[in-house]
């Protein structure tokens, strides 16, 4: 008897996401509602419940007209009894014979169940040797008659975003579950390194694949190899390979360095490698790999794991083939590496090593550096010097896709033109070829900043000046939009002592005895900017939610199109949105005029209205976006009341390291919308000031420091 299909649940915080309502309503659901679906797993805490159940529940309500498809696939995936990963690859599997044999998916798509899971077998280890070879990750395909309605429902999405869409829709998901699990390459720097790797190439390798953003990235190859120390990445990454082109698609599971799946030389040499090793692995074979012939530079040193890679890579190479690899900064310096860091570039193999800007991929704390390398052919000449390029100060925080798109103009520029001709214009502070004599020191320090001459100190005396310019127009601008503060209310004189006689008698204002009638008369109309306003009742933002008065929305930076993101830094730093956005099919919500958006995580009690300049971006992570309904609330209000000090204080929980905001329990006074109006008008002059001064402390630093080394590299004169 077959088992029957299990049913995807979802949670109370995934139903509010489908009803497009507040979680505190689903919970008030549950207690009016009898017939409303009980849990079916979970946690007593946080349960979950059975998603057919719960969509037929809320179309009969009328909370719901119907799930969208996404929504539906994700769910059966995520209730996969093998997991996430297993269900993305028998969907991938699903997928790659719908783009590559139609036919034989809709005769299996047209029986039963039972039927069709016994016609997919043999159809899917067919298409699956056809595209990723006999020796693929990926096993015999058996997928069972329970999985049947969600690979129809997969290739219903697909359909709708086409076989490699429904996949990266798939994937993203998957990734964006697990955050702590994977890290894989951002498309950006990916883009760049397939760039640097030149155009023409037709055989690519990526010993370290993730789920496979670099292969990926390049354009035209015939030929794909993919190797990766987990199962779960090398399956998903060739499946995802298989379906973004044509290209022959070769992919195993095993560590590349002590079980080589592409073993040179022979047939496996390609023309350029792509890769993101893993960092600071000392257990990566150092003991047992000594006499591997890879180490042709010199033997790694325990701690030196990534100069095995670039060794590895080499191996890989035809001869002129480029290998472009993403490496921690300390590699660039490590005295243990010296040796090996010399032998590269007296050989010619080290062409460039490129700084980028921390955050630009994982690990994102540290400034990560590009190694670019070529495989020597023995009659060519070796080169004279080593480019290097320190693109830091090109993204800088706050600059966002300018920054990047900066950077890899920078970047690709001088890289084209070190390979024209063997040199590249200097350019202070960002490029130079440095001779190779330079470089071969005690130290063979190839760290891109302490090899290249500074800029000119704060772009020129010219510049000095015009930010000294600035600075006087911004300092007069926030002497003006300081704020007033009320007078401080005068001390009430000391009464006189009483009168002989008076001591059973209290004292007037004015020290003589007086009734309590009394000494109302006595003081005179009640100033009413001195006596204290009664306070109004307080609701809460959840409380608002509920009403319709306000939309809560969580940020994630993701989506589809290329919207810019507002991180959490943009936000505290009043700049403009400096986040990349990272792929996913969902169509983001984009922040408009108006909209409030708060960070939850550090306890820093800020909150800020998204003007026009600020409009169309996606909220980042770590972000709540709230959209009030202009006819109840003023933005202005909401967002001064939500910075109050007290307010984040009672909001805030301390269960982790830092302190995190519940937005929900931020509270405001009620009070009719002209009043709020008053309010809001004081808020907002209170954010222009506050950014008149983040101005002018921006600018006063860049001037000291200009002068700072202008002073110091002769380009100003102390008189």
């Not at 300018?402 to 890289?415: I, L, M, Q, S, Y």
């Not at 008076?502 to 900017?529: E, I, L, Q, V, Y």
């Not at 993101?565 to 956005?581: K, M, N, Q």
Request: charged share 20%; net charge neutral; with cysteine.
């Amino acid at each position: 008897m077959p088992e029957p299909t299990p049913a995807p649940e979802v949670t109370a915080a995934e139903i509010a996401r489908l009803a497009r309502v507040g979680r505190a309503a689903v919970s008030n659901w549950r207690r009016r509602h009898a017939d409303f679906p009980p849990p079916v797993g979970g946690t007593e805490t946080s349960p979950s419940f059975a998603l057919p159940a719960v969509t037929d529940w809320l179309r009969v309500q009328g909370k719901l007209a119907e799930v969208p498809l996404r929504e539906r696939v994700w769910r059966y995936a995520a209730a996969h009894p093998g997991g996430s990963v297993a269900a993305l690859v028998t969907a991938g599997s699903a997928l790659l014979l719908v783009r590559e044999r139609p036919r034989e998916w809709l005769e299996a798509a047209a029986v039963s169940d039972e039927r069709m899971a016994a016609l997919l077998g043999p159809a899917l280890d067919r298409v699956l040797t056809l595209r990723l070879g006999p020796a693929h990750p990926l096993g015999a395909a058996a997928p069972q008659a329970a999985a049947m309605p969600f690979l129809r429902a997969t290739a219903e999405l697909a359909a709708e975003l086409g076989t490699r869409g429904a996949f990266e829709f798939l994937l993203g998901r998957h990734l964006e579950a697990n955050p702590r699990q994977y890290a894989p390459t951002p498309d950006r720097v990916a883009t760049l390194m397939a760039a640097l790797a030149g155009p023409g190439v037709q055989a690519v390798l990526d010993p370290a694949c993730g789920a496979g953003t670099l292969l990926r990235a390049v354009p035209g190859a015939t030929v794909r190899y993919a190797q990766d120390s987990s199962p779960e990445l090398a399956s998903l990454a060739a499946l995802r390979l298989a379906l973004h082109a044509d290209a022959q698609v070769r992919a195993a599971a095993a560590d590349s360095l002590r079980a080589d799946a592409f073993p040179p030389p022979g047939a496996e040499r390609v023309d350029a490698v792509l890769c993101h090793p893993p960092f600071n692995e000392r257990n990566w074979g150092h003991g047992e790999l000594a006499y591997d012939p890879r180490w042709e530079y010199g033997l790694p040193a325990r701690a030196e794991s990534e100069l095995a890679w670039v060794q590895h890579a080499l191996a890989h190479l035809r001869e002129g083939g480029t290998a472009v690899l993403l490496m921690p900064p300390a590699a660039a310096a490590r005295r243990s590496g010296r040796r090996i860091r010399a032998d590269l570039l007296r050989r010619g193999a080290l062409r460039a090593v490129v700084a980028l800007p921390a955050g630009a991929a994982p690990p994102y704390g540290i400034p990560l550096h590009l190694w670019v390398l070529r495989r020597p052919a023995p009659q060519a000449a070796p080169a004279s010097g080593l480019l290097l390029v320190d693109a830091a100060a090109l993204g800088a925080e706050g600059q966002g896709r300018a920054g990047w798109a900066a950077v890899h103009g920078a970047v690709e520029e001088a890289w084209t033109a070190y390979e024209r001709g063997g040199a590249a214009p200097d350019v202070p502070g960002v490029r130079r070829v440095v001779p190779l004599v330079d470089l071969l020191d005690d130290d063979v320090d190839l760290t891109p900043a302490r090899h290249l001459p500074p800029p000119a100190a704060g772009g020129g005396v010219a510049e000095l000046a015009a930010v000294r310019d600035r600075l006087d127009a911004t300092l007069t601008r926030a002497a003006r939009l300081t704020p007033q503060t009320p007078a401080p209310a005068p001390a009430p004189a000391p009464a006189p002592a009483p009168a002989a006689g008076s001591a059973d008698r209290p004292a007037g204002p004015s020290g003589s005895a007086a009734s309590p009638a009394d000494s109302a008369d006595s003081a005179g109309p009640t100033d009413p900017a001195a006596a204290p306003r009664p306070r109004p009742a307080p609701t809460t933002v959840g409380e608002l939610v509920r009403a319709g008065a306000l939309l809560l929305h969580a940020g994630t930076g993701s989506g589809a199109g290329r919207a810019p993101v507002l991180t959490e830094y943009d936000v505290s730093a009043g700049t403009g949105p400096s986040g990349i956005l990272a792929a996913a099919a969902d169509e983001p919500l984009l922040t408009e005029p108006g909209d409030v958006v708060v960070p939850v995580t550090g306890g820093a009690g800020t909150a800020r209205v998204i003007d026009a300049a600020t409009a169309g971006a996606v909220p980042g992570r770590g972000l709540q976006l709230l959209r009030a309904d202009p006819a109840a609330l003023d933005p202005w209000f909401l967002a001064g009341f939500l910075r109050a000090t007290a307010n984040n204080r009672r909001a805030s929980s301390h269960a982790f390291s830092t302190a995190r905001l519940d937005v929900r329990r931020l509270e405001l006074p009620r009070l009719p919308l002209a009043e709020q109006e008053v309010y809001g008008a004081r808020f907002r002059a209170l954010a222009e000031f506050e950014d008149a001064l983040r101005l002018a402390a921006r600018l006063g630093e860049q001037l000291v420091q200009g002068l700072y080394d202008g002073l110091s590299d002769g380009t100003v004169r102390p008189e």
